[in-house]
């Protein structure tokens, strides 16, 4: 299905130098635009409500406007029946009752009542544990991930890896950044299970060059690298198809809640997948890794052998 | 001989597919909406009781489908969501506050299944609905009061050795003792050794002085303390509440996480969780002048108190009883039809107050009702916590006659009122106040709607990299199929057998792990082509290809699990129930993908002469 001489790595400056000129963009987008936060992290209040009509965001606006939290933001959420209001935490008002007293407010005019379908309040000290956390389990991911690929396999493969994945990571985030979306313990999720199938799909071709780097003695390192990445190329391809496929499944099923975390994922395989083709062996490449690196101490007289 | 199990590898894949479907199935069964009606005391309800309970329902018109009676709980199952609620109201309404009515979702497993102790999976608020809260104890507070104590404690202990003193304050985290004399110094440090332990003691250059710290250690048991007793009071207070499997769980050191299935009146629970009253019952002073004590001449022996109506009152200084010795109470109303709580004493409480009613016949009592509100409020971006102590006197009436374990007290606003009242008297006090920094709360339509999507997104996600697979690799991709339903049974089975918290992220993992447990079996496949490429005979190709694509799928995957493992210990709530369903899911596929696929291989080609793979 898939031809198996492309020359990956003999091309490998374009790949880097277009990877490298997306992780600048990627990264001053995120500079720029920073992350739309969620309550998760900002602390705040969030209340979704449900109607049986459509519903008006402008009289809701107007109406919370006129009650008093004038900083609320109202829209729709999944369907123009369902509407999420934020509120920022606020001074003066105890945050606890703030709930009931926006739905008081949007209910007193109202024809028909709002049905809740979820509140989520989040204490400022709170949302900043939550942050805390969640940049501890990437760096602490990241790190349990460089020991255990310089023990298994070397340092270059190590530091190629997460280069790699960190270069998945980036980009996926300037474009959750431009997009606009909202960062959220579930977006951090993804981010999450995104650095465990990117090095996945890297750990795979690195093995198979690994393989070969013994199997094939008479070869450069770059020709051996060309090699692994075309026998594994149909395997990354097909697997990375399977997993786009229930993330498409879950993108446009899965409902609000789940959206943006699949959209984090599907991103992500797709650099991922990108990654461990063009991104990662270079990057182990430019390191200068060697065969001799992977050798396996040879026997005495072992060598001999193989001489013509 | 090459591709070939032996009996005992082909016996444990089976077994383990066995049980894997039996632990399994108890989901495919839904629940029951139910009722629960259980004793507020510690006494069990009995047949009787259970029998007026069922005709209530039915003369009320309503269809029971099923009721259960077993170990002093009633059970009612209903056809409806609608029934359920509207019988729980009925019930709340009809029954008097003995009985705690409480909205369940019964699961309808079968008998057999349940016998081995198979359960279907828990579901997470998100999925169920419910309310989550994160109360954080006010560790300051806890340790504050226990200065106070201390510093009582200290003054007690002087008066009794007869030690002299001019004052016994607290000042600069200290508790300051002057004593008149110096002499009286070492006679001091002798009772703070023997009784004072926690105590730190300094010795200023005053040398009528000695200041007292609370010891490192004392300071973190009481918090420790705090934090353990909060948590059995919040215990009773959601019993009292009515909610099947609350979750109370300490989280980190000074937080508290309580769960709520299937709550929907947050601001009831929140008033239940968060409060702290109590009682107080005080003599009237009736020998001085309130209106002198409003101009600001309090009399030493008494303390100015506000009745309801606003007319102030002055009463005795020293307590006859206090919240902490009642050890039950019940809401109901008097003879005249007011609101009343129903108050029992302990041995200690019932003695004092029957020797001061003796003593004190003709005279006027008060009750004085004592709630802390605590506020948190944001003043220029900072948290600052307004805690409110406010004291009323709902009751003044003159004893009648001698009474000491049992009696009423009346006064309340509502009946809704004496109902918290009783029932926050009944659960014990607070130890700390507590502060609610974070609220979820799911209705249960939403919660339906997750599971829906949820299970939408599996199915068709499931099928097409069904589809896939069996159009890709044919036979080799039907026997990958197979081994990926085998994954997904096993992971519920885990999931059930662990009843661990399924969240939507949750399921979000399950779904992932279906696109991503088919990998091992593509490495497999794919190694496999190769080989037949490379000009090896099927079964050998068969061999080598699960041979050389062991180690690449041991580490690929391993590096998966170390980032499950991580966002594991770091996620919380429904990212936790994320983390739980990939780590599950990584282990058991590379159990199906490898030798559950394995196994058919061999059945179907092991063995044998095979000139072709339908691969």
Redesign the interface.
């Known amino acids: 299905m898939f031809k198996k001489d492309i020359n990956f790595i003999g091309n490998r400056n374009i790949a880097l130098m277009f990877s490298a000129v997306l992780t600048i963009f990627s990264i001053v987008a995120i500079a720029v635009h920073g992350f739309q936060m969620g309550i998760d992290f900002t602390g705040g209040t969030l209340i ?1 409500v ?1 109607y049986q009509k459509p519903a008006d965001l402008t009289v809701l606006r107007n109406t919370l406007d006129a009650e008093g939290f004038s900083d609320a933001t109202v829209q729709n959420f999944g369907t123009t029946k369902d509407v999420l209001i934020r509120l920022k ?8 009752e703030l ?2 007293k926006v739905l008081e407010a949007i209910n007193k005019n109202a024809a028909e009542p709002a ?12 949302g900043d544990d ?1 942050a805390e ?2 940049f ?2 990437l760096l ?2 990241t790190i ?2 460089l020991i ?2 310089a023990w ?1 396999f070397e340092w270059k493969f190590s530091v190629g890896a997460i280069i790699a994945t960190l270069h998945d990571v980036i980009v996926t985030l300037g474009l959750f950044s431009i997009l606009g979306l909202e960062f959220d ?2 977006v ?2 993804a981010v ?2 995104l ?3 990117s ?3 890297t ?2 071709v690195y ?2 060059i690994r ?1 070969n780097f013994r199997a094939l003695r008479n070869k450069s390192t770059e020709e051996i690298m060309n090699i692994s990445v075309n ?2 190329l ?2 990354t391809i ?2 990375s ?10 993108f ?4 609000e ?2 959206h943006n ?2 959209i984090v ?1 599907l991103f992500g395989v797709f650099f991922g997948t990108y990654s461990s083709i063009f991104i990662a062996s270079p990057v182990a490449l430019l390191l200068g890794l060697s065969p001799e690196d992977l050798m396996i101490p040879v026997k005495e007289g072992a060598e001999l052998d193989n001489r013509p | 001989m090459q591709n070939h199990f032996p009996l005992w590898k082909n016996l444990l894949v089976l077994i383990i597919f066995a049980v894997g479907i039996i632990y399994a199935l108890p989901n495919l069964y839904g629940d029951d909406p139910s009722v629960q009606v259980s004793s507020t005391h510690p006494t069990k309800l009995v047949q009787e009781q259970a029998n007026q309970i069922e005709t209530v329902i039915k003369t009320a018109g309503f269809n029971i489908k099923a009721f259960e009676f077993k170990d002093g709980h009633i059970l009612a199952r209903f056809n409806s969501a609608d029934d359920q609620l509207k019988v729980a109201d009925l019930l709340r309404d009809k029954m008097s506050d003995d009985y705690n009515i409480a909205l369940n979702l019964a699961p309808t497993t079968p008998a057999w299944l349940r016998s081995l102790g198979a359960d279907a999976m828990y579901l997470g608020l998100d999925l169920r609905g419910g309310v989550h809260f994160l109360l954080e104890v006010d560790m300051d507070a806890a340790v504050k009061q226990a200065e106070d104590r201390y510093n009582d404690d200290v003054r007690l202990a002087l008066r009794n050795e007869k030690l002299r003193y001019q004052s016994v304050s607290k000042d600069d985290g200290f508790i300051k003792v002057k004593l008149n004399s110096a002499d009286d110094k070492p006679a001091l440090l002798k009772v703070l050794g023997k009784d004072f332990r926690a105590l730190e003691v300094t010795e200023p250059k005053e040398q009528d002085q000695v200041w007292l710290k609370l010891s490192e250690k004392e300071v973190r048991d009481i918090k420790k303390f705090a934090v353990a007793q909060n948590m059995t009071t919040l215990r009773n207070r959601v019993n009292e509440l009515g909610v099947a499997e609350p979750v109370i769980q300490q989280q980190g050191e000074n937080r508290i996480m309580v769960q709520l299935p299937g709550v929907q009146d947050t601001n009831r629970a929140k008033e239940i969780l968060g409060t702290t009253a109590t009682l107080e019952y005080r003599l009237v002073d009736v020998e001085h002048d309130v209106q002198k004590a409003v101009e600001g001449h309090v009399p030493v022996g008494s303390r100015l108190y506000t009745e309801r109506n606003g007319n102030p009152i002055l009463l005795d200084r020293r307590v006859i009883v206090t919240g902490d010795q009642i050890v039950d109470s019940s809401s109901g109303v008097d003879q005249d039809g007011r609101p009343s709580v129903n108050i029992s004493l302990n041995g200690v409480g019932a003695a004092k107050m029957g020797k001061l009613t003796q003593a004190n016949i003709g005279k006027p009592m008060a009750v004085v009702f004592i709630e802390y509100k605590v506020e948190t409020k944001l003043v220029n971006g900072q948290k600052v916590r307004h805690k409110q102590k406010v004291e009323k006197v709902i009751n003044v009436a003159t004893i009648q006659g001698v009474f000491s374990h049992r009696f009423q007290t009346t006064g309340l606003d509502s009946p809704q009122e004496a109902r918290n009242l009783s029932l926050l008297l009944r659960a014990g006090a607070l130890a700390a106040p507590v502060d609610i920094v974070e609220e979820r709360t799911v209705g249960p339509s939403l919660g339906q709607d997750n599971i829906d999507k949820g299970m939408l997104s599996f199915m068709v996600g499931f099928a097409l990299v069904v589809l896939f697979m069996a159009v890709y690799y044919r036979l080799f991709g039907m026997i990958a199929n197979f081994a990926l339903a085998f994954n997904v049974v096993i992971v519920v089975a885990i999931l059930s057998m662990l009843q661990a918290t399924l969240t939507l992220p949750g399921i979000a993992g399950i779904i992932l792990t279906v696109g991503m447990s088919v990998d091992a079996n593509v490495l497999i496949f794919e190694r496999i082509k190769e080989e037949l490429k490379n000009g090896n005979t099927p079964q050998s190709a068969i061999f080598i290809g699960y041979e050389k694509a062991f180690a690449t799928i041991l580490d690929s995957h391993f590096t998966n699990l170390v980032v499950a493992v991580v966002l594991f210990a770091y996620g919380t709530g429904s990212v936790k129930g994320f983390a739980v369903t990939l780590i599950i899911g990584i282990l058991s596929s590379m159990f199906t993908a490898i030798t559950g696929t394995r196994m058919v291989i061999n059945w179907i080609y092991g063995n044998r002469r095979v000139e072709k793979l339908s691969i």
Do not use: K
Not at chain 1, 89 to 96: A, D, K
């Open positions: 979704e449900g935490p606020q001074e003066g008002v105890s945050s606890v709930s009931s049905s809740v379908r979820r509140v989520e309040f989040v204490g400022p000290q709170v939550l956390d969640g501890l389990a602490y991911s349990c991930i255990y690929i298994r313990l579930t951090l999720a999450l299970a650095i465990g199938y090095l996945n799909d750990i795979v093995d198979r393989e026998v594994t149909s395997r097909m697997t198809l399977t997993v786009l496929l229930v993330l498409v499944s879950l446009f099923l899965g409902g809640v789940i975390f699949a994922l």
